[in-house]
Structures are given as structure tokens and as C-alpha cells.
């Protein structure tokens, strides 16, 4: 399984609605991340877990609160966000170490805020 | 910092045609250098990489080859298919605990019948 899994591929949701992105992957990586992309644009970092703890945050806003519960699973909670926020939502895993370093990245949550 | 510079796009080209698509790089380290391949609707899939100079990364008939000299990582195939037609970041990162990439831009390719 060289998989990475999003849920859900589409969101809407309101200013004022909580909801939560969910990514995992089977492949024994240690290290997961989110990136933002906007449209046309590259994806832009804004969390890295290593060994299930935050180790990389991107001066991300606390509207946007990461959860990594296990090795295998990753969140994305959202609260409170802003029309500016919408964008494709990737996770993406790696092993975390070495120099054959490669990202593996999910299909994206393509999230629209109304 | 470290930076990608990739070649505007679109690109467009006919099926069977040759393609180009120019990257170079800044870093303060010694990267690690990647093409990325982005379908319309899905995330990124890793197409090729180069870890050293000299290296060259190939995949499903693309090549790149990693010009320390002119700090370039320039992908090419030699003959495009309509199914290419995506979207291709070129990245680097530099060594470290974790694969924290700096993207380029991004080029479109559209590739007609």
C-alpha cells in the first residue's frame, strides 16, 4: 500500500462552522505533513509531524489546529476560517529519515469557505 | 533562502512533440532535487529525482539531470502524449530530518491530439 487517503475530497462549509480533514497512510512513515495549495499556485507548508509530534509549524493561524493521534493517522482541524481559506488542503507522509527521502502526498481536500 | 525558479507556462504542445521545461535552483546546502506531476483534481505525484550532481532521474520517458555547474534540474521527454497534459513543479530540499520542500511555480503543459 503506497497510499496516502483523504476524507472528505470536497468540503463547504461556513465562517462559523468546525469541521475536521482527515489523512492516513499504511506505509509505516513517521514523518506527515499539511500543505495549502491555492489555485495555480505550489503548495505551501504548514505542518510537519515527526514521530507524531508537531515539529514544523508555519506560523500557521490557530484557526487551523493539526492532530496526529497515531502513527498512521493525521488531522486537520478547522474553526472559524475565513473565504481566503479556501484552497486544495494535501497531507503527505515520508519515512522521516535518510537521503532517499520522498513525499507521498494524498489527493487533497479541495475546501470552499463561504 | 533556498528557491526554485521554473519557466512560465502554459506550455503548449502537439503529441509527439519534444519537451523542455527549465528549472534552476538556489540553495545554501547541497539539495536534493525533484519533479513533481500534478493531474487536474489530485495531488502531487513524485515523477523523478536527483540527489548528487550529475544524477539523472528518469521516469515513464522523462529525464532530468542535475547541473550543479549551472545549478539547473531541466525536464525533458522526447516525446509527449496528450495524457501528459498536467501541471509540474520542480523542488528541491536541502538534506535534513525532514522532507520539507521549496516548490517552483508550477508549469502547465497542455499536449493536443
Known amino acids: 500500500d503506497t497510499e496516502v487517503t483523504q476524507t472528505p475530497k470536497h468540503l463547504v462549509m461556513g465562517m462559523t462552522n468546525k469541521k475536521s480533514l482527515k489523512c492516513e497512510q499504511h506505509?509505516?512513515?513517521?514523518?506527515m505533513y499539511w500543505y495549502k495549495q491555492k489555485a495555480k499556485k505550489p503548495p505551501e507548508l504548514m505542518f510537519v509531524?515527526?514521530?507524531?509530534?508537531?515539529?514544523i509549524n508555519e506560523s500557521v493561524p490557530s484557526r487551523f489546529s493539526p492532530e496526529c493521534p497515531n502513527s498512521s493517522l493525521l488531522n486537520l482541524h478547522l474553526h472559524a476560517l475565513q473565504p481566503e481559506d479556501s484552497a486544495l488542503y494535501l497531507c503527505?507522509?515520508?519515512?522521516?529519515?535518510?537521503?532517499?527521502?520522498?513525499?507521498?502526498f494524498g489527493s487533497g481536500t479541495q475546501l470552499s469557505v463561504l | 533562502g533556498d528557491s526554485v525558479t521554473q519557466m512560465e507556462g502554459p506550455v503548449t504542445l502537439s503529441e509527439e512533440a519534444f519537451l523542455t521545461i527549465n528549472c534552476t535552483y538556489t540553495?545554501?546546502?547541497?539539495?536534493?532535487l525533484f519533479w513533481y506531476v500534478q493531474y487536474p483534481g489530485e495531488g502531487l505525484q513524485l515523477l523523478l529525482k536527483?540527489?548528487?550532481?550529475?544524477d539523472k532521474g528518469s521516469n515513464k520517458g522523462f529525464e532530468a539531470t542535475y547541473r550543479k555547474e549551472t545549478t539547473s534540474f531541466h525536464l525533458e521527454k522526447g516525446s509527449v502524449q496528450v495524457s501528459d497534459s498536467a501541471v509540474y513543479f520542480c523542488?528541491?530540499?536541502?538534506?535534513?530530518?525532514?522532507?520539507?520542500?521549496?516548490f517552483g511555480k508550477g508549469t502547465m503543459l497542455l499536449v493536443s491530439p
Open positions: 503527505a507522509s515520508s519515512q522521516g529519515r535518510g537521503e532517499d527521502e520522498k513525499l507521498f
Open positions: 506505509m509505516g512513515h513517521r514523518a
Open positions: 509531524y515527526s514521530y507524531e509530534k508537531l515539529s
Open positions: 540553495a545554501t546546502g547541497y539539495p536534493s
Open positions: 536527483a540527489t548528487k550532481a550529475d
Open positions: 523542488a528541491l530540499r536541502v538534506n535534513s530530518g525532514y522532507s520539507t520542500l521549496t
